[in-house]
């Protein structure tokens, strides 16, 4: 987390605040996107994966797909099911920029079909 000068009202916020204390103004510290890509495998490729972000439920990915969601520079926790397991399989932190984007590609383990994120930023 950094503080950082309000894109609107020049107040100083922190790059992570969802809103400026001064002017009001959503995603003061500018916005940054998350991409989330699913690897296509063969085994369970039928099924959906169901992504969360910071416990917000943002859709589902097929086999070689991918979703993107606009969120706050910082820290933001990603998780991931196979939707006939019902349950979050995997969780991971990832920290990104203001005015960057973060690929964050899932695969799902050969073993136990818990995903397995790596990330990059774009
Ligand atoms: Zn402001």
């Known amino acids: 987390m950094a503080m950082v000068a309000c894109r609107e009202c020049e107040h100083r916020v922190s790059d992570s605040?969802?809103?400026?204390?001064?002017?009001?103004i959503?995603?003061?510290?500018?916005?940054?996107?998350?991409?989330i890509k699913?690897?296509?495998?063969?085994?369970?490729?039928?099924?959906?994966?169901a992504?969360?972000?910071d416990s917000n439920h943002v859709g589902t990915l097929a086999s070689g797909k991918s979703l993107?969601?606009?969120v706050t520079p910082g820290t933001h926790r990603v998780e991931c099911g196979l939707?006939?397991?019902?349950?979050?399989?995997?969780?991971?932190?990832?920290?990104v920029p203001a005015g960057r984007r973060l690929v964050i590609v899932v695969t799902t383990s050969k073993w136990n079909g818990k995903p397995i994120f790596s990330a990059e930023l774009a």
């Open 68 to 70: 993107t969601h606009t």
């Open 38 to 49: 699913r690897v296509s495998r063969l085994m369970g490729a039928a099924v959906p994966m």
């Open 17 to 24: 605040a969802e809103t400026c204390p001064s002017c009001g």
């Open 83 to 95: 939707q006939q397991a019902g349950s979050k399989d995997g969780a991971q932190e990832f920290d």
């Open 51 to 53: 992504v969360w972000i």
């Open 26 to 35: 959503g995603s003061p510290g500018g916005v940054t996107q998350l991409e």
